[in-house]
């Protein structure tokens, strides 16, 4: 009898402490100090945390996000009502996140390693002061539901293709890089010129096979995600041109049958695409 009853407890605390979840609701908080969920989350540890609610406190950054990686299992994280004007690239590395909530706050970006957690099911960015969302969403195969109301990119949206000239050191390093970019160059110049080389970010228009460095046009693609919606898409071209559907270096075996709707994103089928997008 006293060993069944010691069995009870055992199971008893192992479902206690399998899972975890963390509430800071409304304390007001402006950061997250090193240690502080280990001193106000009960029987805290990283790989038992499954939820955490950060939600309705006073951050304007989120920078000790980075610390949150060690989170292995969490699946739920709210950071909604608060003041936060960007998420923190790091925030990628939760990959075991299925709900992420950046309501009410003053997002005017969210980061592209959004597309790294491909476990996401529901993404919820109203009330912010969105534009455009980046390309990467795409890649959220099991995303279910994406919030996006009372955001510029649904209300209101002005088109403009601008870019800084690029300087002669990047007009050299296009060529250089698309004209030997099968050649072993190691040996060949100078380590910080190599460095700069490598560096090149690949033009997002498929039939174009130029690259840019630090001169590129911000060109918005609007995309049907699921029959009904068009949302804008920030996607990164070397060249105007390319936002025209003439790409500044083109393949010669490009072929012209791609409709414009094929250009700037990456393919998917109908069952990749999120089933619900909330605009109202």
């Not at 002005?158 to 800084?164: D, K, N, P, Y």
């Not at 033009?203 to 001169?215: D, L, M, R, S």
């Not at 029959?227 to 072929?255: D, I, T």
């Given at each position: ?68 990686a ?5 699946e ?15 925030i ?189």
């Open positions: 009898m006293e060993k069944q009853q010691q069995n009870n407890d055992a199971e008893v605390a192992t479902s206690s402490t399998r899972f975890q979840e963390i509430a800071l609701v409304n304390y007001r908080l402006e950061e997250l100090p090193e240690g502080y969920l280990e001193e106000h989350g009960e029987f805290y540890s990283p790989l038992r945390v499954s939820s955490l609610n950060l939600s309705q406190n006073h951050f304007i950054r989120i920078d000790g996000i980075g610390r949150f060690n989170l292995v299992r969490l739920i994280l709210y950071l909604g009502g608060n003041r936060l004007k960007e998420v923190p690239a790091t990628g590395r939760l990959s075991s996140l299925t709900s992420l909530v950046l309501c009410d706050n003053i997002l005017e970006t969210i980061p592209s390693t959004l597309g790294q957690l491909t476990n996401l099911e529901s993404l919820s960015l109203h009330n912010n002061l969105l534009r455009t969302l980046p390309t990467e969403i795409i890649k959220l195969q099991n995303l279910q539901q994406l919030s996006l109301r009372n955001n510029p990119l649904v209300q209101r949206f002005v088109h403009t293709v601008e870019i800084q000239p690029p300087t002669l050191k990047e007009m050299a390093g296009r060529i250089v890089r698309m004209k030997m970019a099968r050649v072993d160059l190691r040996n060949k110049i100078p380590r910080e010129l190599l460095s700069y080389l490598s560096s090149a970010n690949q033009c997002v228009n498929p039939k174009c096979k130029g690259v840019y460095f630090e001169a590129c046009v911000e060109h918005v693609k609007f995309v049907d995600f699921c029959g009904k919606y068009r949302v804008p898409l920030l996607q990164f071209l070397c060249s105007p041109r390319c936002s025209a559907n003439v790409p500044e270096s083109p393949y010669a075996s490009s072929s012209s049958s791609e409709s414009d709707d094929d250009l700037y994103v990456p393919a998917a089928n109908q069952n990749d695409k999120m089933r619900k997008v909330l605009l109202g």
